[in-house]
């Protein structure tokens, strides 16, 4: 397992000879925001085609939960750290829970490093996720704002009976 920046992940300024297959990404209280996998490249995961995040020469767009939460919090969020784990760490971090002899590939080991890790945002497999205790951004902040009070003018509507 290696820890880096998002933005040394960001700038591919890591190992490349070693296959990674689950990350995790970090804020910057060290709390587990997400866990994932990538059967093929993590970078890909994320940058890539339907990733977390679409990055173009002079924006950035979070496109999943983890992703906006990061392009939320940037440019801090060049500094929260994100893992890179391969099988066989993930097998070693989950080691009592397994068979010695059995054979296990990342997608079994997921929902394990799921429970472990208790990340806030994910959903799946996550039976007692963590708190996300960063301070809100600006960003965040402001589409709440957005979010209510176009709730509120819906169903504020909806209670006086029009539409």
């Not at 960001?10 to 970090?26: A, G, I, S, T």
């Not at 440019?75 to 994100?82: A, G, H, L, R, V």
């Not at 996720?129 to 509120?152: C, I, M, N, T, Y």
Request: with cysteine; glycine share 6%; aromatic share 14%.
């Amino acid at each position: 397992m290696i820890e880096i920046t998002f933005k040394d992940f960001y700038d591919y300024n890591y190992r490349h000879d070693v296959f990674f297959e689950l990350y995790v990404m970090k804020n910057s209280l060290e709390e587990a925001l997400y866990v994932g996998i990538s059967s093929k490249n993590i970078w890909e995961r994320w940058f890539g085609w339907n990733g977390h995040i679409m990055a173009g020469p002079k924006h950035m767009t979070g496109e999943s939960p983890v992703g906006q939460k990061i392009v939320d919090h940037l440019p801090e969020s060049w500094n929260w750290k994100i893992q890179l784990w391969t099988l066989d760490d993930c097998k070693n971090f989950c080691a009592e829970k397994l068979n010695p002899r059995g054979k296990y590939d990342i997608q079994w080991l997921e929902p394990m490093m799921i429970q472990k890790l208790r990340p806030s945002l994910n959903v799946i497999y996550n039976l007692n996720p963590g708190v996300d205790r960063q301070p809100k951004s600006a960003r965040e902040k402001q589409r709440e704002a957005e979010l209510d009070r176009a709730f509120r003018e819906i169903f504020d509507e909806k209670k006086r009976g029009k539409k």
